[in-house]
């Protein structure tokens, strides 16, 4: 069974980073567009980044310039950077690949 497991998430003060993990269990995931996205309290879930095969990626409006998405296929694995975290960022951040989800990993920025 196909799975994608993220890892990374925490607790980060305003200005903190953290680097979130998405591990893919199929290869087949190297042949197509990988996404992260996220999901904060009393929101609807939300594109933050996505990145295809050949690495073009795709930001949304309120992360540009402070996250970074990218893969190691070799690997099976998809990354997202989060420098100069906001209080708005807190979210539960979900790794996706074609129709398969991760089960989310939590994002708390506090002071």
């Known amino acids: 069974q196909v799975q994608l497991v993220e890892s990374g998430g925490g607790l980060v003060q305003p200005g903190g980073s953290l680097r979130l993990s998405c591990a893919a269990s199929?290869?087949?995931?190297?042949?197509?567009?990988m996404g992260w996205y996220r999901r904060a309290p009393g929101k609807q879930r939300e594109m933050v980044a996505t990145?295809?095969?050949?690495?073009?990626?795709n930001y949304a409006d309120s992360v540009k310039g402070r996250f970074t998405i990218s893969r190691d296929n070799a690997e099976n694995t998809v990354f997202l950077q989060m420098n100069s975290l906001k209080f708005e960022d807190t979210a539960v951040y979900y790794c996706n690949g074609l129709t398969v989800w991760g089960q989310g990993t939590q994002v708390t920025v506090s002071s």
């Open positions: 199929g290869r087949i995931f190297n042949m197509y567009t």
């Open positions: 990145i295809t095969s050949r690495g073009i990626t």
